[in-house]
């Protein structure tokens, strides 16, 4: 049986510990409890540590337990996430779903019913891996019924997507719901055709793949989704951003997250591999159409990154660079780009606090993208290169000053004293203690 990593995040101390020691009294197949009293401590362990499940808490000081479940997911999608909340609120619970949270439970605890649902995710989690294709369409005829949009409504959106004028009532008598008033469009190209299966393996496939599409999207997502070419699925999302949107995560943000989702599940399920172009959010029908074109675009962009697979298509509009960029100017941007970065946080690693996230807006390109060009250009991620510069500079300080563990932890943006050690030894494999002798 697999054992399981849990990570639990409160800002009360003393919960952390009432949870930990309900969970390793428990039985359950848990090998290790970490515990993290801020969400920028529990985004350190989810960088250094195999986490499995991150059980948080949702209003705390500093990070929100939604933003760190948006960040989290974007380090590692197949994470799992629970939420333990006081705060009852709707509009906190919604978002915590849409951003893949399990469950959404009350405090205080019901332990039974706490364990219960704690047990049925990690029994149901899988942590990544590859799956070969004809395994993959196997599963299919075990999981999937197939499903998909009536062809007159999949006809209707295909005529707004290529800028048919569309009436409304018509739109609505055949069952489609646009009432937006916000949009966007998001299309995943499939690598299905190239494989060496019989053609009813791959319909089977591409069956099962909008099917894990729509899995994804039901439930807090309004959404159409429909295969607009053989092996093209085209996503159409409305938005109410009064309703919808969460201060610490936009819409760009969440559909980024979305998308790495859709790509690590089709490779975990059906071993597709898939690349996926995301538009801008946009006001009404009359934009659908040029926010179809961007999604295209946004796929297109692959062709001078092959090695990556979600692109959103703001970030080509970065810059002095044209609409269609040549490989030159592609590079010049690129290196602008992971350049600003760079210099940003050589002036503020030491800021406590700092995250992928506060990096992209300086510099105004999304994470997904920085994240990805950030190590194909320095050859280590973002967040190692945090790291090194603050435990290069605690180190300088714990030989040449006096200054104690918690003056130095403070000095590079660690929040307390005891995380930054455990930084530390991780690091250089000793404690502040034991290098300083």
């Not at 559909?255 to 089709?266: P, Q």
């Amino acid at each position: 049986m697999p054992v399981y990593t849990v990570l639990i995040v409160d800002d009360e101390p003393l919960i952390c510990q009432g949870i930990r020691s309900l969970l390793a009294d428990s039985g359950l197949p848990i090998r290790n409890i970490v515990t993290a009293t801020s969400g920028h401590e529990a985004l350190d362990h989810v960088r250094m540590e195999d986490v499995d499940l991150i059980i948080t808490d949702i209003q705390m000081p500093g990070m929100s337990g939604i933003e760190l479940m948006h960040q989290a997911k974007m380090i590692k999608p197949w994470v799992q996430t629970f939420v333990v909340s006081a705060h009852e609120s709707f509009q906190y619970a919604q978002m915590a779903i849409r951003l893949g949270a399990k469950d959404y439970l009350i405090k205080p605890l019901d332990h039974g019913q706490f364990l219960d649902r704690v047990r049925d995710v990690l029994l149901t989690a899988e942590k990544p891996k590859e799956t070969g294709l004809a395994e993959g369409a196997e599963a299919v005829r075990e999981r999937f019924r197939m499903r998909e949009l009536k062809p007159r409504q999949i006809e209707a959106l295909k005529g707004l997507l290529e800028g048919a004028p569309q009436d409304a009532e018509s739109l609505e008598a055949l069952g489609l719901d646009v009432r937006g008033p916000y949009f966007s469009v998001i299309k995943l190209q499939l690598g299905i055709e190239d494989r060496p299966f019989a053609g009813k393996e791959k319909e089977l496939l591409r069956y099962g793949a909008l099917n894990i599409v729509c899995e994804l999207l039901d439930g807090e997502w309004r959404h159409h989704a429909f295969f607009s070419g053989r092996d093209e699925i085209t996503v159409v999302l409305q938005w109410d951003l009064s309703r919808d949107q969460e201060a610490s995560v936009s819409p760009i943000h969440q559909m980024e997250m979305l998308a790495r989702s859709m790509h690590h599940n089709l490779r975990k399920v059906l071993g597709i591999g898939c690349t996926l172009g995301i538009s801008q959010v946009l006001t009404g029908l009359r934009y659908l159409p040029e926010l179809n074109e961007q999604s295209r675009k946004a796929i297109e962009w692959n062709r001078s990154h092959d090695d990556h697979h979600v692109f959103y298509y703001g970030d080509l509009q970065r810059g002095p660079v044209r609409e269609d960029p040549t490989e030159e100017e592609l590079r010049v941007q690129n290196n602008r780009i992971v350049e600003t970065a760079k210099a940003y946080i050589d002036e503020h690693y030491a800021k406590k606090g700092l995250t992928l996230l506060e990096v992209a807006q300086q510099i105004h390109v999304s994470p997904n993208y920085l994240s990805y060009l950030f190590k194909k250009y320095m050859g280590c991620n973002l967040w190692e290169y945090v790291v090194k510069l603050r435990m290069e500079e605690s180190r300088r300080l714990l030989l040449n000053t006096d200054l104690r563990r918690y003056e130095i932890a403070e000095r590079v943006g660690y929040e307390s004293p005891e995380h930054f050690s455990k930084m530390f030894k991780k690091y250089f494999g000793a404690s502040p203690s034991e290098l300083k002798k």
